[in-house]
């Protein structure tokens, strides 16, 4: 009896020298292994030989992907607050409005004193927030403000991703100086430090050319949104109150 396979004596090498035929049986008995290739596996995403009708796991580990990066928001609010209260460009807007001021009251050429004050005090009421000095530097305020900030983006919620930390700000040093009333109840009390050291609206896009007028109209309306219960009531847990 004949047996074919790995004894087989009546092998004979194929025409396409791909392996050894048996003559009397037509098997082949012998040849070069088969090629093995790999192709990816969406459930797993790692990476599988095929060999025949088998899957064998290579030995190298499926690629992890990277987690976000945490974000520093305290520290962007931070940023942005330096940025509007005592950057250059915070002083540079201050002197302006101090010049018109001084330039108003030169212009008035009146001898009588009462009479210069009187312009100076009409310019610089028209002018408001404009003329609002920046605080020193080295304020405790700006740093106890960006915490309370801080932990205010987080209680308020909603207010988009740390690109718009700028706004957030812009649109908080407006609400702290002049307030929130909702329904006749205050929902963000006016803190005397903002009322004394931020800058007018018009000038906040100066400082920032980032931020416009209508991108803090947009957050103020979300915020107003999210500050209230659907029936428009304020929410009690939301509302914000500093001591400086």
């Known amino acids: 009896m004949h047996e074919c396979g790995q004894r087989c004596c009546e092998g004979a090498p194929t025409a396409g020298q791909e392996g050894e035929t048996c003559r009397l049986t037509g098997f082949v008995v012998s040849g070069p292994p088969l ?3 790999t192709r990816s596996s969406r459930d797993t995403f790692s990476k599988r030989q095929l060999l025949g009708d088998n899957f064998v796991r290579m030995g190298a580990k499926g690629t992890k992907r990277r987690r976000p990066r945490a974000v520093n928001i305290k520290g962007k ?3 942005a607050l330096r940025t509007f209260l005592y950057s250059d460009a915070r ?3 201050y002197e302006t409005a101090q010049a018109r001021v001084t330039t108003a009251a030169r212009a008035s050429r009146s001898n009588q004193l009462s009479n210069v004050f009187k312009v100076a005090f009409a310019v610089s009421t028209r002018l408001r927030h404009s003329i609002n000095p920046p605080p020193p530097r080295d304020a405790p305020e700006v ?3 960006a915490g309370a900030l801080t932990r205010y983006f987080k209680v308020a919620g909603g207010l988009s991703s740390q690109k718009a930390v700028s706004v957030y700000c812009a649109l908080m ?3 702290l100086r002049d307030g929130l009333t909702i329904k006749n109840t205050v929902v963000v009390y006016p803190s005397p430090f903002v009322q004394k050291h931020s800058p007018s609206d018009m000038q906040l896009g100066k400082i920032n050319p980032h931020v416009s007028c209508r991108a803090i ?3 103020f309306r979300r915020f107003k949104a999210n500050v209230v219960t659907p029936a428009g009531d304020p929410i009690a847990s939301k509302c914000l109150r500093l001591s400086y």
């Open 35 to 37: 090629l093995a290739y």
């Open 77 to 79: 609010i931070e940023q």
């Open 91 to 93: 002083i540079q807007e």
């Open 143 to 145: 740093e106890a403000l």
């Open 173 to 175: 040093l407006q609400v």
């Open 217 to 219: 109209s947009t957050f």
